[in-house]
């Protein structure tokens, strides 16, 4: 019989495989998208994820960068934040993919083209795309099918105002080596270095806008995007969201969840590609010792800062008079700064 079933071949669910059967499991993903699939991304890896792909054996191309720095959009002033454990890393979503199947086909996981709609489980295992496994494993994304169908989704605060993720890349060399977050009134803009001649783009917001419309909202990004010389065609731009998503559990029965799928709060800090590759670790581990109700917790311990801190922060971007003052803080206050950045790191 299959021990891991996964619904979805995006990176949790490539790297919950590839856990699995280095750890000596039979496990077939279902997707019902060829890869590699280009969807909406920072696309920033932070030293952790860099480190844990490696433990993989996964080579993934892109450019490294030094840390996080915070810049006044409107004004330039700025806070920065170098990473102590090694670079992170700026990597296309799309090869981030790509070495993930590769790696996992080499390790022999099946991938099979579907979809993952019903579920039905009892006290040994699990039915789900025509195929019976003793766990399902969902990592179907942000809007996840598997969360629904189970009716798992948390309802958020009624009061709260949904966001939306928008990305797209530009032909021009980085000037810089860290990831710029451009913080202006309304929303904020990721600058992250990909390749020696690429970097992507990727606003949050409240406003349901195009994405030239939101840019203009950084003036000196747009400027020197402007300065760069981009020429060609502009690049298609990705949209996701809205970007928070509750979930009640990460295990119901037979049913465990990873990544984007298992509940999220914002991409603000940028650590959804890190989790989703630790979390499918500790996922793998628990249902190896045969304690997988245990992963609820694992995933609680794992993403206790991330969800804290991508809280407060959000929290605090959403106040009038304290949305200002975030970037001024963290220029004042360095070291707090940098040790905030290295939390997450």
């Known amino acids: 019989m299959i021990d891991l079933l996964i619904a979805g071949g995006g990176p949790a669910g490539l790297a919950t495989a590839i856990h699995g059967a280095l750890a000596g499991l039979e496990v077939v993903v279902v997707e019902p998208r060829p890869t590699p699939i280009d969807k909406a991304c ?14 993989l054996g996964v080579p993934v191309a892109g450019q490294p960068f030094r840390g996080i720095r915070y810049v006044d959009g409107e004004t330039g002033r700025h806070a920065e934040g170098l990473f102590r454990s090694g670079p ?3 990597a296309r979503r799309t090869e981030l993919q790509a070495a993930l199947a ?11 083209p579907g979809r993952v709609d019903q579920v039905r489980q009892d006290g040994d295992r699990v039915t789900a795309a025509g195929l019976t496994a003793r766990y399902l494993v969902a990592a179907d994304g942000l809007h996840s099918p598997v969360r629904r169908g189970l009716g ?4 958020l605060a009624p009061r709260r105002r949904a966001r939306y993720g928008l990305r797209r890349h530009y032909a021009v060399e980085p000037w810089s080596d860290l990831v710029e977050v451009h913080w202006s009134a309304r929303c904020e803009a990721y600058v992250t270095p990909l390749a020696p001649d690429r970097i992507g783009v990727a606003v949050l917001t409240c406003d349901q806008a195009p994405f030239d419309v939101q840019l203009a909202r950084f003036p000196l990004l747009s400027a020197r995007l402007a300065a760069a010389g981009t020429t060609g065609a502009p690049a298609a731009v990705r949209g996701a969201g809205p970007l928070r998503q509750g979930a009640r559990v990460r295990v119901a029965g037979r049913v465990l969840f990873v990544g984007d799928a298992a509940g999220y709060v914002d991409a603000l800090t940028g650590e959804g590609l890190t989790l989703a590759v630790t979390a499918a670790g500790e996922l793998v581990r628990c249902v190896r010792a045969g304690r997988p109700q ?9 993403t206790r800062s991330y ?12 106040q009038p008079r304290l949305a200002p003052r975030i970037v001024p803080a963290a220029a004042r206050l360095p070291r707090l700064f940098t040790g905030a950045v290295n939390l997450l790191a």
């Open 102 to 112: 590769e790696r996992a086909s080499r390790l022999g996981v099946r991938v099979l």
């Open 152 to 155: 798992l989704s948390a309802p």
């Open 88 to 90: 992170g890393l700026g």
């Open 294 to 302: 245990a992963y609820e917790q694992a995933w609680r311990d794992l």
């Open 307 to 318: 969800r804290t801190l991508t809280a407060s922060l959000l929290w605090a971007r959403h």
């Open 42 to 55: 920072g696309e920033g890896l932070m030293p952790g994820g860099v480190r844990h792909l490696r433990d």
